[in-house]
């Protein structure tokens, strides 16, 4: 998915949600457990019920391999019926992978060759050759087939408390380790296959943020479970390509532990949609 | 593995040897890849030939998340043949996980409990809550059967060039950032159940690392293919335990390309075990 289209979804749809697919078996309804595979059944009835109000899913990798290798057909199969079932969705692995340029190609490889995703979340602590390989399209495309956007979706400030311990940390000339992976990296990518994580819990930061990437889009975890304030963010972060995608995971994929879960779930989309398309307007 | 079980493995076989099985499909030898699980298959030779001169194998996760469902089946084989034929050899899983930690616990749990590595490798981008959840033991361990170590390897100093980019920055007080990470993670953990990753490339940076963890083990990648000196690590980084893992992976998995890739892995990790004898009876 390329910037312009994710932009005219954005528009359309009057919708910068983004629905964190978080599938732990230890949370799902009862009634999804009797499934053949139920992370795949309760991912699919999530995504038919919330579909209309958001833009984009993000898969947490880390929900997927805790259950081995049936976590990960499920994870497959769930990319392959965004795909077929609704192309409009950008699909976001967040795997927060990052190694050596060797080992990110094979990272690369695995997330967007094999499982065919649109972006992946990456570490930058390994600095430029563990971020790259994840940008340029290798091995180049067949002969007759396009080249496809892969976005790369680096961490700069993280929403969870540990944030602080070194993302914040001031070098002599008093720039942030966050602000910093944001400068540097804006060599490595354009805005239109770069986006940094952001969390909501800082809302205030989100100007100096947009000093340093003034057009990348941000994703943005934090809204719902984790207290940040969608209103915060928007006032500070938002550019006039909207320039957000922002996250929630358990505060609409759980909010029903009954057999009304997905309706429950549609509900709770539809409600964040309608904040967003004020903001939007307001804006 | 306990850190005095280690200690012991490596007097006893005079190696600290870490032997990486970065299994890439497209560069086994041929012959391996009439087997039923070629990935396996392969591993299982290396490791009957190399075991004797090594004290670890640390497999990257990278190259079997690439061959999808049947890569992580190769994994699961790998770390339970070891356990099963080799139980002296600590098992590193080098998948530099890291996120908020309701999700390290999830990767901890598949990594520690499904698999059941000794060790995982982690990024500390994300701060203390993010690290944590890999060291306490989560859910506790069923009534009678004695908790194992969980080691943690967090990246300090890596070997890439990339390295230059954040790790180097110093703050207002003159610490650089690898520093930092080593000394506020000395709170999060201790020498029985924390390393870290130092790449052998900075050899002389050893002793600045040796200031701020006099006793940690220190996982070294970056000699062999990437041109870090072995004497240069030990030189500096030695401690009076060894206090070393020194890790080798394409050096020697593919010191061969024909039948005799075994043979030949062999007796590439054999000279290094030599040079590792002299190298601890020196000290």
Redesign the interface.
Known sequence: MTRQELIDNIRRKRSFLCVGL?T?LRKVPQCVLKEEDPIFAFNRAIIEATAPYCVAYKP?L??Y??E??KG??AF?KTVKYLKEHHPDQMIIA?A??????N??E??A??FFD?YGVDALTV?????????TPFISPLPAPPLGECSKTRWVIL?AL??????????L????EGER?FE??IR?SQQWGTPDNMMYVVGATRGELFTDIRRVAPENFLLVPGVGAQGGSLEEVCKYGMTKDCGLIVNSSRAIIYASNGEDFAQRAAEEAKKVQQQMEQLLAKA
């Open positions: 978080d732990d947490n880390a929900f391999e805790a081995g290798v990960l057909a497959e967040d927060k992978r990052g190694d050596i340029g080992t990110s094979m990272y490889r695995t094999t570490a930058p602590y390994m600095g430029e050759d563990s971020v961490l993280t929403s969870n408390k540990g944030s602080l311990d070194f993302q940390t001031e070098d002599k380790l910093k992976v540097k």
